[in-house]
């Protein structure tokens, strides 16, 4: 079991730029959930797939921010156009049914200048 | 009101103690509930979970669960320096849709 993998580790960009990062949930898991963490909030939940379908978006920030999940093994958030407020260590979790635990990916480092 | 309150801390016991943390948590209708250690610069990896009233135990860790009063509560026995960390409670609540709330966290650091 390789765990979930997400890439890249880190990432710095300039306000403005786009940010795409990319998430391989474990094999077999339904759900995939996408939680941001920082100091001041802690993790935050963004948006969680259920069978590769959106479920709820309510916690992405604003119209910036978007998922997808095309297939079972493959998840993108994007930030379009990305501010350095968005700076943060982006989680990609997933399960296999709920309530069941979360498994947490390693997160990517996000900062943008 | 946050749906998950955890004391920041930051909790400092010495090794071999019994390091107590604690979560409440706001909707009655949370079903299931999570402790996550998080090393700094790691992601949080499950550490317990409970769903049913009173104690459940796993090594040196007990999770103590109560509906009534809304609380969680984690207890490590014999702490280690290596227990240093950051603690995160995890709440399922089903009526919103199977969303997980988390803590911000509690830090713990085991003084050897």
């Known amino acids: 079991d390789a765990g979930v993998i997400q890439s890249p580790r880190h990432e710095v960009t300039e306000m403005g730029q786009e940010v795409t990062l990319r998430c391989k949930p474990i094999?077999?898991?339904?759900?995939l959930f996408w939680y941001r963490q920082t100091m001041m909030r802690g993790l935050e939940l963004l948006i969680y797939?259920?069978?590769?379908?959106?479920?709820?978006d309510s916690g992405m920030p604003e119209d910036r921010f978007s998922a997808k999940m095309p297939n079972a093994s493959f998840s993108t958030l994007k930030i379009q156009p990305s501010e350095p407020r968005d700076s943060a260590v982006y989680f990609c979790?997933?399960?296999?049914?709920?309530?069941?635990?979360?498994?947490f990916g390693n997160g990517t480092r996000l900062t943008v200048t | 009101q946050k749906e998950v309150e955890q004391n920041s801390g930051p909790l400092s016991v010495p090794e071999g103690a019994i390091a107590s943390l604690n979560c409440t948590y706001s909707d009655r209708g949370s079903q299931s509930f999570f402790w996550y250690r998080q090393y700094s610069g790691k992601s949080p990896e499950l550490i317990m979970f409970i769903y049913s009233n009173g104690d459940k135990e796993d090594g040196r860790f007990t999770a103590q669960l109560n509906k009534a009063s809304q609380y969680v509560s984690l207890l490590i026995r014999d702490s280690q320096p290596s227990d240093s960390a950051t603690y995160l409670c995890a709440v399922e609540i089903s009526n919103t849709g199977n969303q997980f709330y988390f803590g911000t966290g509690t830090s713990l650091t085991v003084i050897p």
């Open positions: 979790a997933s399960s296999l049914g709920l309530p069941r635990p979360l498994h």
């Open positions: 094999s077999g898991h339904d759900y």
């Open positions: 797939f259920n069978n590769n379908v959106p479920i709820d």
